[in-house]
């Protein structure tokens, strides 16, 4: 297992993050493919049980966007790529958030259409150890099935996510511990088909497609936001890093130092941290001093891979913060 993001070195915890995190995507994979399998085996002409199966191949979008992006990431930087590669994760992220949304909205205008159509879905019986059965109960069972080991690796990851700043891991451990309300809604489909209720099944079906738009859109939008720069958010974009306000204060708490401005953005794991500083005297800050306070400051957080103090004159005028 390689210790590093790119010519970053990881602590301790953060490596066993990392190689945990791998292991829960590869069985994330296995365990996908085997209920793609299954799901698709059973789900006839239901439209709740055709969406169920369509997120569950959605699904596989965030571990391989996971698992390629790490790869990336680990390469150290060069000539042509002098910020590192850690805007893989950023790539990544994207494009697992625009095939969740084009998808969503495709489920969702399908499953309209069915309604407006007033199309009569039909569940048959299948032979089975010389039994005839209702092929729903088999649908049902294999929704149940599908339901509980996402959520669980849902919360697994979601620590994980936190541990790493993935937001990669993050997107996926959220769709992970919504994948309950998914099956719940597909058997209530299949259950409605059974009654006589026709218009469940397609309804149930715009509920799954209803959260898989959003999913898609609350990732791409964050997605976005990391790659024009805003400033550094936490993994669950919820607010700002507090490494800024951390950065800040170090800055803030030196004796030469008058005033201070944080540029942070999120390069994927890492930031790229710019600290601008009005000294109290510019003729008595010398480079040693420079750096020594750019070192300190580094090891406030892991996740500082970058950081660059800037001696300024003063400060500009979008510095809102930063007064002593």
Known sequence: MSANFGDTRLPREQQRALARARRLEWVSIVFLAISVAVVAAVMGSSQAMKAAWIEDCLSFLPPIAFLVALRRVHRRSDDEHRFGHHRAVGAAHLAASVALLAMGSFLLVESAMTLVKQEHPTIGTVQLFGHTIWLGWLMIAAMAWTAVPPVVLGRMKMRLA????????????????ADWSTAAGAML???GIGIGWWWADSVVAGFIAVSIVRDGWTNLRNALDGLTDVQARTFDDSGPHPAIDQVERYFLGLPW???VWVRMRDMGHVFHTEVFVVPTDPHRVDLDVLARAGEEAAGL????DDLQVVPVAELPESAGRGTA
């Open 301 to 304: 957080d892991w996740k500082l």
């Open 257 to 259: 130092v008058e005033r």
């Open 189 to 191: 489909g299949v259950l």
């Open 162 to 177: 936190e541990d790493l700043h993935d937001k990669v891991l993050y997107a996926d451990a959220d769709m992970n511990k």
